[in-house]
């Protein structure tokens, strides 16, 4: 690294944003993991809208400042809003399956 004040400035600044921009993408990626988890676990359908606004709005905020590309955060947002759209509530979850039964079928004969 350089002696020179404005690179020593510069790699200070450089630090600070850094900072700033991996705490903003940890932010977004901890609230789409968040929305996934709850899709994972077929939460009602109002919880899932409710994390999707706060997913959308995170991952919004990143894109406007210039941490991601606008084409990412319209990518991002349009995979969740699938996501959330597409899956199983509480009330249409499939029920565990029962236990596998003895086919009844007899063995061919060679």
Avoid: W, Y
Wanted: glycine letters at 2%.
């Amino acid at each position: 690294m350089s002696n020179h004040a404005q690179a020593l400035k510069r790699h200070k600044q450089s630090l600070k944003r850094r900072t700033r921009n991996r705490d903003c993408r940890t932010q977004m990626k901890s609230s789409i993991k968040t929305l996934r988890t709850a899709i994972d676990e077929g939460a009602p359908a109002e919880t899932l809208q409710e994390l999707f606004q706060k997913a959308e709005s995170s991952i919004a905020r990143t894109g406007r400042k210039g941490i991601i590309k606008k084409e990412t955060v319209a990518r991002k947002v349009s995979r969740l809003a699938k996501a959330v759209h597409t899956a199983p509530t509480e009330a249409a979850k499939p029920k565990a399956p029962s236990a596998k039964k003895k086919s009844t079928a007899r063995p061919k004969k060679k």
